[in-house]
T-cell receptor
Framework: TQLLEQSPQFLSIQEGENLTVYCNSS?????LQWYRQEPGEGPVLLVT?????EVKKLKRLTFQFGDARKDSSLHITAAQTGDTGLYLC???????????FGKGTTLSVSS | EPEVTQTPSHQVTQMGQEVILRCVPI?????FYWYRQILGQKVEFLVS????????KSEIFDDQFSVERPDGSNFTLKIRSTKLEDSAMYFC???????????FGQGTRLTVV
């Protein structure tokens, strides 16, 4: 059983479309991070959400942390080809010494 | 902008050989990590390192693996006797404090043949 379940696993859309990807768990977290990884690169942090119900915006990206702090979503408005990549959610382990990643959603945006 | 740098970018080695993957963390960061990503699979935690000792390690990090900070700047991951299943991207990461943003290097692609 995965600690973090991400869905969908793959998403292929046209430029200009909106999309939402999800990160779900049965566990409660003090915080959750979203990373984006491009092919041949390491993950890059997009945002950290901390408070239940929190919404953070990063240009066309909107991140939400569930009220119960068990799940999170990432919504992209008017997707661009540059949004193509692997979107990963991650949480700290109980000791706070390591990040635990979900399997990620691979997003492909075509023009 | 400061960044984590890893060398080599790609390493091919024969099964049973030792490899050393190198990382230069960001200068004022104190917490160091190794992760790996097998092709098509998720990023997996290997080990965390602070104050010249291992803070935590995963089940993957068995006796074949070791880490050290030999000269106060480089942070290395050694795999003593590589196996085919060690083939993966290995990422070094660091952070200023443990609960803050982790900065990842570009990775070393290890191919064991």
């Amino acid at each position: 059983t995965q600690l973090l379940e991400q869905s969908p696993q793959f998403l292929s859309i046209q430029e200009g479309e909106n999309l939402t990807v999800y990160c779900n768990s049965s566990s409660v977290f003090s915080s959750l991070q979203w990373y984006r990884q491009e092919p041949g690169e390491g993950p890059v942090l997009l945002v950290t959400v901390v408070t239940g119900g929190e919404v953070k915006k990063l240009k066309r990206l909107t991140f939400q942390f569930g009220d119960a702090r068990k799940d999170s979503s990432l919504h992209i408005t008017a997707a661009q080809t540059g949004d193509t990549g692997l979107y990963l959610c991650a949480v700290l382990n109980q000791a706070g010494t390591a990040l635990i990643f979900g399997k990620g959603t691979t997003l492909s945006v075509s023009s | 902008e400061p960044e984590v740098t890893q060398t080599p970018s790609h390493q091919v080695t024969q099964m049973g050989q030792e490899v050393i993957l190198r990382c230069v963390p960001i200068s004022n960061h104190l917490y160091f990590y190794w992760y790996r990503q097998i092709l098509g699979q998720k990023v997996e935690f290997l080990v965390s390192f602070y104050n010249n000792e291992i803070s935590e390690k995963s089940e993957i990090f068995d006796d074949q693996f070791s880490v050290e900070r030999p000269d106060g700047s480089n942070f290395t991951l050694k795999i003593r006797s590589t196996k085919l299943e060690d083939s993966a991207m290995y990422f070094c990461a660091d952070s200023y404090r443990p609960n803050t943003e982790a900065f990842f290097g570009q990775g070393t692609r290890l191919t064991v043949v």
